[in-house]
């Protein structure tokens, strides 16, 4: 399966953005998605996952309750909404697809960045 990732820009703390990621290749519905992300200096972090049927989530506690993860099996897409955003979230964001019934990541999209000024 292939990703892009898009979405991502500069915005002031407190603001908000949604990121995409368009899945192409594959029946869709066959994968668990995640949103992770790399902040400059730091190594790669998981920010959310969603399981097939975007039944089941996951947050990393710092964006529980301000990041928002779902998908469109319809669309081929997976999004991240991300409110009240902080510049700590500053990072490049990757999507990420694992099949079912694997717990690792094996296929990855490009990157976004996300900057989050004070």
């Known amino acids: 399966v292939q990703l892009q990732a898009s979405g991502g820009g500069l915005v002031q703390a407190g603001g908000s953005l949604r990121l995409s990621c368009a899945a192409s290749g594959r029946t869709f519905s066959n994968y668990g998605m995640g949103w992770f992300r790399q902040a400059p200096g730091k190594g790669r972090e998981i920010v959310a996952t969603i399981d097939w049927s975007g039944g089941s989530t996951y947050y990393k506690a710092p964006v529980k309750g301000r990041f928002t993860i779902s998908r469109d099996n319809a669309k081929n897409t997976v999004y991240l909404q991300m409110n009240s955003l902080k510049p700590e979230d500053t990072a490049v964001y990757y999507c990420?697809?694992?099949?079912?019934?694997?717990?690792?990541?094996?296929?990855w999209g490009q990157g976004t960045l996300v900057t989050v000024s004070s």
């Open positions: 990420a697809a694992r099949e079912l019934e694997r717990y690792e990541f094996g296929y």
